[in-house]
């Protein structure tokens, strides 16, 4: 009580000192919490001053905090129920938004009714609806792709219509080809990373849970499938072993391995070895075998923007999200071809940045195609303990590369998340 | 006979202290070469210096107020030093010098408490401090800080060593109990300071978790925090965080050189 008494004591002052200057009163600040200087910062900077040429009254600041530390600084805040000094518009990964939106229902503001989400793909709307309202605006998209070196491919005799509608069974023996041909591993593969064995899942349509949130492990035809032909990518010796991001991203981009199966984010660090132009390729992924509703469609990371309800602006903030990032198609080739972010608005890719076709990919128009394969992506329930899933997946990646059995290690994970999530 | 197995044995601690010495300067050695090369470079693990060093500099001024995170990670660090060490010494001082029934209870339950992991103090802590109106400032960085349990723990034991006969001629000599403490105790524990200082410096410097929790906006930034948003990128670059690491541990680095003796002598335990 004492608390309330001096914060409207505080409010009144304010309102007094308020009156002094009414000069400033129409304009409003917003702020905006994101990660990446080279990726979701400057986007975010150029929606503000697309936004800000148009409402010369309104400012935004970016900050650049790295993701770890925002999802930290929710916990701590969001479990204190503090909401002083939280952001007005914040960046949130898509499979680690359940836990915050169900965990802090009240935390978020709903955009579904203030935003037309259906210009959106649909599983990046999906990932962030709770309770039948969906809390954001949907940013990046983590749609897969087969990133590959066509001249080693071609060393072994495949063009790329090789690579077209083929099964992981199939991929494997290119693999072997390709390696027995050039002496280069097909994959390099990180026992931390879990997300390859993630994209398969989901491009059958599968999340780690049954519709109404039980964990779903054990019966789980499509992550079996997908754990199933983990263990044959090391048992056909095309992998090379890395540890740690760098080491991940050297391999391919060094021309130690032929390809990687990541999101499209990734082109941006492919890019960053000019000397590999027209060297490159990429296919959609290939589709687990044996396995009903099977897609060459699949999502690895991505993000989306979410307003706080305890934001002063967020009239503002949704009005910004609106404009800019739900509606000019002009900004989404901007930072198409500056930071290589493909968006998830479905009226984005008839812009003529993604119609374009790209010398690095050996002339292919590798936006259209992502854009393509983004609309057909199957929608699943992230739900709220993707991270324990994911680590406990992360903690069988090495029995099952040396040939262990698959269906212990679905019966280990199983056990290890029952126990944690009880 | 003698002579071989003398030289055996020369041969095999000089490995192993040779072992030893490139685990510990090889970092070192590898952060200050990454600087001076591009990204891809790094990743591709060259270990020999490049040209790339001036490139790496400037990309980490046009990302950072260099000049402002200094200044905040360096003004949080000294005052948070000088704070800790005013504090926690006088504590620990007291809890020695000064004989009450329930003062090994009380130092008992302090030893225990030390084992409660900061993570399980942080939103508590940080409803205390909003609720004090001190979230984001400096001042909600320093003030848990300053009562260090590790601190009066290690001033009580340096403390055993500090001649009681002093404390008994200046009383003798009609000073009060602060004067002593002030004038007598402290200038004869120099050591014992110094080498606090060097911890208490490195342990507010590096301090990441409750700034980042406590610190909201951007010039409120100290240098483990700015780090920390340079790792976040999809493709970092690692030449401008290697640049960046470099600035963050010459401070530690340059107070521990200037230090050095009076810290061996802090940790011997000696009074002067």
Known sequence: MKKLSTRWGSAFGCLVIGAGMMASASASELTVWCWDPDFNVPAMQDAAARYTKLHPDVKITVNNIAQNDIKQKLQTQLLANVTDGLPDIVLIQDDNAQRFLQGFPAAFEPLSDAIDLKKFAPYKVAAATYNGKSYSVPFDSGVTGLFYRSDYLAAAGYKPADLQDITW???????????????HDFFDLDFNEAGLVRAMMQSAGKWFFTADGQLDIIDNAPLKAALETYSKLWKADIVKPVSGWSAYTGAFTSGDV????????????????????????????????????????????????????????????????????AGDIDFYQGILINQGAVGSLLAAREGAA????????????????FSNWLGQIPSVDYGTFTQEVNSAIQAQLPSIAKGGSVDEALKAINDRVSQQIQ | MTGTSKITRY???????????????????????????????????????????????????????????????AG???????????????????FEMFRSRIRERIFALLLLLLSVPFAALMVPLFIMVSSAGLANTFVAVVLPSIASIFIIFYFRQATKAFPGELRDAARIDGLREWQIFLHVYMPAMRSTYAAATIIVFMMSWNNFLWPLIVLQTPEHKTITLVISA??????????????ATILATLPTLVLFFVLQRQFVAGMLGSVK
């Open chain 2, 230 to 243: 340079l790792t976040s990128a999809y493709t970092p670059d690692f030449g401008v965080i290697l640049v």
């Open chain 1, 258 to 325: 032929a390809a990687v199966a990541s999101g499209a984010w990734m082109t941006g660090t492919i890019k960053g070895s000019p000397d590999q132009s027209g060297k490159w390729g990429v296919a959609p992924l290939p589709k687990l075998d044996g396995i009903e509703g099977a897609t060459h469609y699949s999502n690895w990371g991505g993000s989306s923007w979410y307003v706080f309800s305890s934001s002063k602006q967020k009239t503002t903030a949704t009005d910004f999200l609106n404009t800019v990032w």
């Open chain 2, 76 to 94: 949080l660090a000294v005052a948070g030093t000088l704070l800790t060490l005013l504090v926690s010494s006088l504590a620990g001082y007291g």
């Open chain 1, 169 to 183: 069974d199939q991929l494997i023996k290119i693999g072997k080809d390709v390696k027995a041909k050039t002496g």
């Open chain 2, 11 to 73: 041969a095999i601690v000089y490995s192993v202290l040779s072992a030893a010495t490139f685990v510990s300067i090889f970092p070192f050695y590898w952060m200050i070469v990454g600087a001076t090369n591009t990204s891809a470079e790094i990743v591709k693990g060259k270990t020999s210096f490049g040209g790339n060093l001036l490139a790496n500099i400037e990309r980490l001024l046009e990302q950072v107020d260099l000049g402002r995170v200094f200044l905040n990670s």
């Open chain 1, 354 to 369: 993604y119609k374009a076709s790209d010398p690095f990919f050996g002339g292919a128009p590798v936006w259209e195609n």
